[in-house]
């Protein structure tokens, strides 16, 4: 049995809708359907004109507020509801991602029980069809801060596989607003990459193997224009530079001080930080390595 509210943060998720009912009720109701004892759910919708409207009032009860308008697209419409949000814990998901049925409940959790992790996301990364069943589970990698400033998480990017899944991310209040508050609304894909960018100059990544979210592929959304992420990433990326070693030869080198030495990691920044349950006792535990 799931703990009473006050043992869990208040957990604050927007969802940003425009003229997506096929996979709107699917995405509202992997948020409700949490039974989350202390949760605020916004939804701001564009002003679709597909029958989303019709899907939202539906849950307009177990909703905290909604709003269908005109706007000035996602972007936009999720710093609508961040802006109207007073979660401990924060995060959005798109009106065709879901949420896996625990989720809630682990993010819960591990926040409450762990003062080290500011943000958090999963290393299980899902990908839905456009029916919503399971199509593909795969393993990360986790996510170092000097890994992401080198570009090693970007789609297409070769070397690694993997990229942070905005979807099964979430974080504090407190870092929202030390890096800003916002997301860049001159963005057209990569807002949430920009994001991290800003996070990350505050706090490292935790990371659980413990799935909570997916991506649904269904070849309409913004997100499949997978070249222009990578470009859109790469520019972002080119005011962060002096915040990694990106020289081969300085890896190299960095890679052969930590090994003889187990030193030089802390001092740029290469820290893995990670998760893990004791199943038996249902305690989380924080851990963390240094890398190149």
């Not at 222009?228 to 890679?255: C, K």
């Amino acid at each position: 049995m799931m703990p009473v509210a006050t043992q869990f943060p208040k957990l604050s998720i927007v969802t940003p809708s425009f003229n997506q009912a096929a996979y709107l009720e699917e995405t509202l109701r992997s948020v409700l359907n949490q039974n989350y004892p202390n949760l605020e759910y916004i939804v701001i919708d564009g002003g679709s004109t597909d029958g989303s409207v019709d899907i939202i009032r539906k849950y307009a009860d177990r909703l905290t507020y909604w709003v269908s308008e005109p706007d000035h697209g996602q972007m936009h419409a999720i710093n609508k509801g961040f802006a109207r949000s007073t979660g401990e814990i924060m995060a959005w998901i798109n009106s065709d991602d879901k949420y896996c049925p625990w989720a809630f409940d682990v993010v819960g959790r591990v926040f409450s029980s762990l003062s080290e992790v500011s943000w958090l996301t999963s290393q299980t990364q899902l990908l839905w069809n456009r029916q919503g069943q399971l199509q593909t589970a795969f393993h990360s990698h986790r996510f170092a801060r000097t890994w992401f400033y080198r570009g090693w998480t970007i789609p297409l990017q070769p070397g690694l596989k993997s990229w942070i899944m905005q979807e099964a991310t979430f974080w504090r209040r407190e870092l929202w607003e030390a890096a800003g508050g916002y997301l860049d609304e001159t963005l057209r894909i990569a807002c949430d990459f920009e994001l991290w960018a800003r996070f990350y100059e505050h706090a490292d990544l935790v990371t659980t193997v413990c799935p909570l979210a997916g991506f649904r592929y269904h070849g309409e959304q913004k997100s499949m224009a997978q070249a222009e992420y990578h470009a859109e990433a790469e520019a972002i990326l080119a005011g962060y530079r002096h915040r990694t070693v990106h020289n081969p030869l300085q890896q190299w080198l960095l890679r052969q001080l930590l090994h003889y030495t187990r030193r030089g990691g802390q001092r740029f920044g290469s820290r893995q930080a990670w998760v893990e349950c004791a199943v038996d006792r249902e305690e989380w535990s924080y851990h963390y390595q240094y890398c190149i």
